[in-house]
Nanobody
Framework: QVQLVESGGGLVQAGGSLRLSCVTS????????MAWYRQAPGKQRELVAA??????DYATSVKGRFAISRVNAKNTVYLQMNSLKPEDTGVYYC??????????WGQGTQVTVSS
């Protein structure tokens, strides 16, 4: 059973930083993509950042402020978030996609940015 566990969320003032972590457990044969999504209240879940075998992609709204990094040996992914804004508030979810296109989600971690 594959599980993803996020941590690192919390309350921070605008301009501050947080680092999210996502640790996976279980047997994973081959990972294609690890990514972070977020969902703000009343909005759809959106892609924040993704790492597909070393190639990264970011939402326009976070480019230059957020950085995704991945430790393949540990099946772990991080999201460093700097210069946080109130509009970054939401529940952040870790996502894993295998090469056989199996999809896994974490439970989410709350990030709240106060103005």
């Amino acid at each position: 059973q594959v599980q993803l566990v996020e941590s690192g969320g919390g309350l921070v003032q605008a301009g501050g930083s947080l680092r999210l972590s996502c640790v996976t457990s279980g047997i994973i044969i081959s990972i294609k993509t690890m990514a972070w999504y977020r969902q703000a209240p009343g909005k759809q879940r959106e892609l924040v950042a993704a790492d597909t075998r070393g190639v990264t992609d970011y939402a326009t709204s976070v480019k230059g402020r957020f950085a995704i990094s991945r430790v393949n040996a540990k099946n772990t992914v991080y999201l460093q978030m700097n210069s946080l804004k109130p509009e970054d508030t939401g529940v952040y979810y870790c996502h894993l996609l295998t090469t056989s296109l199996r999809s896994y989600w974490g439970q989410g971690t709350q990030v709240t940015v106060s103005s």
